[in-house]
């Protein structure tokens, strides 16, 4: 693998700024100062031309401004049409899209080949947020919350470079002239302008520059897979202009609408059921059933196609679609491949207003794996995933979005494969959604070997740890579908105890590990989420591993130990290569939501809001019990983060040390070179090269609640060398002639050895508190 230093390319005499270094100053009017000094605006984005930085939309929110509510809203009314045109993101992004052609600065920028190592380098460590569930300051919003200097100044001394603010844009849809509410936490997008519950467009460029001053960035999302019912949607039914053309929908003739399923008074659409979606494949609207169905719910998605009632257009004809939707019913998917190219202009808007507009610094790629669909063989499910129409089209979104000067990565829930193929020209980096579960399952079995399988699959296809983003929690479930395993490679076999064993069968063994040593009687406050996965915080999944049933008497030791392997699953994920990303609910340590609480949610069958509960990080509010946006409060483990930084033995200070070890190490743009059978079922090894100052590194981690003697062996090890755990500062001797050493683990501890000739290589002040 190629490491590219990314201040060579922010040399002026190199190519052109791909990322720069993120600790530049923060400049505020470019005209009060000299010329030949350069902003962290201008150096990050150097394409980003100047009459976007300052520019705000000063328009309304959802609803129409009461002199703009004229007449009815229907297709046949102009000043309804006239308004969803301005309201459409497809209009917006013809907008944006003219500010940036013919600017020479297009051009500055390499932007053919992804670039994970200078991503890696720009933002190390994200703080990864959710917009409903944080607990913002006194009179301030979730944006302006995330503009408080306080709060950088203890993500600075944690170790945080950069937070992702998760969706913050408007979403959800409309019904006439009213916004409804977001069917899936704002990941139906329906406007380009940030969703006032959350702040402001100068809150957000305020947090960019916050962000900046302490040495970070800002990740925004972009959705290229589907939008919410909004503007575009509506005037799409109506088939208007080029809107049809944005989303994978048809045209039904009337002499076939009793192929179509009644629409129930208050709805909009009806799913179509297998039957129905077999009739219009054969009759040659669609192309029927695809390879699998996402949110899978009898009765209400029994497939991925919807169609909708009887919409009125400009022209007084009423007309009725199928529309795609791989996930719900309230989104409906973007068509990547239509002659009009809306859709790809719309999504490429999107990106350019919160790269150019705004000022983020990279951006999230959600469902982009799902961006092509083709009609299969006669009896065969359309091919929907890991079709080259969607390395195509994120070779076109990480194009431009490093043209900009900016980074990507995509949450990519597909095989190794697909990771490995949208990787080579797509986005810059790929949520690591392979190792993710293996390691839970490590934890809850006290056995590695199958994360040392899934580790050495990656290494082997290519899919290196410098590429990927390793997580603890985040806003989704646990995810446990196993995709690698469950379909392309079904039928390949892999060895596993011993044993040969299908990846289908494979798959099904680990899946019901999980859930029986993580739900239920095991874990009763965690909750299977359809066939994707569990509904669980990073505690609530340790609490069930170690056997806790119920959390409302965990308290003094109990919490010690839950905090303990919190830390392994933290050094896990922080001591390889890449990028390690954590939430607002691991830091605090939240534990899920009582079920009561959150009947209401819970009743449309979407389990993940019980880990979505509110946080208070800098206990802004002590006194509230739910977030602005109506969250009740889980419970806090740990505290809010300035308490915990006073305590040495607390989560955030032994984590802040872990991530010294890690920045003055360069583990996160080293290489990973091996993962090692071990001499405990218990105990990962992770051995690593390109390490500045030392000659190798290994990461020994040890996932049982035992203590274990365990003998460590490589041969990219050499007799002779020293042996030193950083996180400690012990020396443990030297490797010996059979290229090992012999180590003991207190249970969950992790040890981040180096290994040199003679002295020990230099490294942060070692705290024996973070191995246990």
């Given at each position: 693998m190629e490491h590219v230093d990314a201040r060579t390319k922010t040399d002026p005499s190199a190519r052109g700024a791909a990322v720069s270094d993120p600790r530049d100053p923060v400049e505020h009017d470019p005209a009060e100062r000299d010329p030949a000094e350069i902003s962290y605006s201008e150096h990050f984005f150097a394409a980003r031309p100047q009459l976007l930085r300052p520019r705000a939309r000063l328009r309304g929110q959802g609803a129409p401004e009461p002199g703009e509510r004229v007449g009815e809203p229907v297709g046949t009314n102009p000043d309804y049409v006239a308004w969803l045109r301005r309201e459409s993101m497809l209009a917006d992004a013809n907008t944006i899209a003219t500010q940036f052609s013919g600017q020479g600065s297009m051009w500055q920028?390499?932007?053919?080949?992804?670039?994970?190592?200078?991503?890696?380098?720009?933002?190390?460590?994200?703080?990864t947020a959710y917009p409903i569930s944080m607990v913002t300051k006194a009179g301030s919003s979730f944006l302006g919350t995330l503009a408080d200097p306080d709060l950088w100044d203890v993500f600075s001394r944690i170790g945080i470079r950069a937070v992702h603010t998760g969706p913050v844009k408007r979403a959800g849809g409309l019904s006439g002239w009213d916004p409804t509410p977001s069917v899936d936490g704002h990941f139906d997008r329906i406007s380009t302008q940030i969703d006032a519950a959350f702040g402001t467009e100068d809150e957000y460029r305020s947090m960019c520059d916050v962000a900046a001053a302490h040495g970070g960035t800002i990740i925004d999302d972009i959705v290229p897979g589907h939008t919410g019912k909004g503007p575009d949607f509506r005037l799409a039914e109506m088939n208007v202009g080029d809107y049809p053309g944005i989303f994978h929908m048809v045209l039904i003739d009337p002499a076939d609408w009793h192929l179509l399923p009644e629409v129930r008074p208050g709805r909009d659409s009806a799913n179509l059921d297998g039957p129905a979606e077999a009739a219009l494949e054969g009759a040659g609207y669609i192309i029927g059933r695809l390879q699998r169905v996402i949110f899978h719910s009898p009765g209400v998605k029994e497939t991925n196609w919807s169609a909708t009632g009887e919409v009125v257009g400009e022209d007084g004809v009423a007309r009725r679609w199928v529309y795609l939707h791989y996930f719900k019913e309230g989104q409906p998917s973007i068509n990547w491949l239509d002659p009009t190219f809306a859709g790809m202009r719309l999504v490429i808007g999107d990106a350019l207003h919160s790269m150019g507009d705004l000022g983020s610094g990279g951006l999230r790629l959600d469902a982009n794996g799902f961006l092509g669909v083709e009609k299969s063989g006669e009896g065969e499910a359309a091919w929907s995933e890991g079709h080259p129409l969607s390395e195509a089209a994120n070779q076109l979104i990480g194009s431009m979005v490093r043209k900009v000067g900016g980074f990507s990565f995509q949450e990519l829930n597909l095989t190794v494969d697909d990771i490995r193929v949208t990787a080579e020209a797509g986005a810059d980096l790929s949520y690591d959604f392979v190792n993710r579960p293996a390691y839970h399952h490590a934890l809850a079995t006290a056995d590695t070997e199958f994360l040392r399988l899934t580790l050495n699959i990656s290494l082997e296809s290519g899919v290196h740890p410098i590429s990927l983003v390793h997580a603890l929690q985040n806003h989704d479930e646990l995810t446990y579908e196993l995709v690698h395993f469950e379909t392309l490679h079904r039928d390949d076999l892999f060895t596993f105890h011993g044993v040969e064993v299908t990846g289908a069968a494979l798959a099904a063994h680990v899946r019901g590990q999980l859930v029986d040593h993580l739900t239920g009687e095991a874990g009763p406050y965690n909750a299977i989420f359809t066939t994707n996965g569990i509904a669980s915080t990073s505690a609530t999944i340790i609490a069930a591993a170690l056997g806790y049933r119920d959390l409302d008497v965990v308290d003094g030791l109990d919490i010690d130990n839950i905090r303990q392997a919190h830390l392994l699953l933290a050094m896990f994920n922080a001591l390889q290569p890449g990028v390690f990303a954590?939430?607002?609910?691991?830091?605090?340590?939240?534990?899920?939501?009582?079920?009561?609480?959150?009947?209401?949610?819970?009743?449309?069958?979407?389990?993940?809001?019980l880990h979505r509960g509110a946080y208070d990080l800098m206990d802004y509010r002590p006194d509230v019990s739910q977030s602005a946006s109506g969250m009740p409060r889980g419970r806090s483990l740990y505290g809010p983060l300035p308490a915990q930084l006073d305590d040495?033995?607390?989560?955030?200070?032994?984590?802040?040390?872990?991530l010294r070890v890690r920045e003055a190490s360069g583990i996160a743009t080293a290489t990973q070179i091996e993962v090692p059978a071990c001499s405990h079922p218990g105990v990962l090894v992770m051995v690593h090269d390109d390490l500045p100052g030392t000659l190798r590194q290994a990461t020994v981690l040890n996932f049982s609640a035992d203590p274990v003697d365990v003998r460590v062996s490589s041969n990219h090890f050499?007799?002779?060398?020293?042996?030193?755990?950083?996180?400690?500062?012990?020396?443990?001797?030297?490797?010996?002639?059979?290229?090992?050493?012999?180590?003991?683990?207190?249970?969950?501890?992790?040890?981040f050895l180096t290994f040199g000739e003679g002295a020990a290589a230099p490294g942060v002040t070692p705290d024996p508190r973070v191995s246990g």
């Open positions: 920028n390499p932007f053919a080949r992804p670039n994970p190592v200078a991503a890696v380098r720009a933002a190390p460590v994200w703080f954590l939430s607002g609910w691991d830091l605090a340590g939240m534990t899920t939501v009582d079920r009561d609480e959150i009947g209401h949610l819970l009743a449309t069958g979407d389990t993940r809001w040495p033995d607390s989560f955030a200070s032994q984590l802040a040390h872990v050499r007799p002779g060398w020293t042996v030193v755990d950083q996180l400690t500062g012990d020396e443990l001797g030297g490797v010996d002639e059979l290229h090992g050493v012999d180590l003991t683990l207190e249970a969950h501890q992790g040890r």
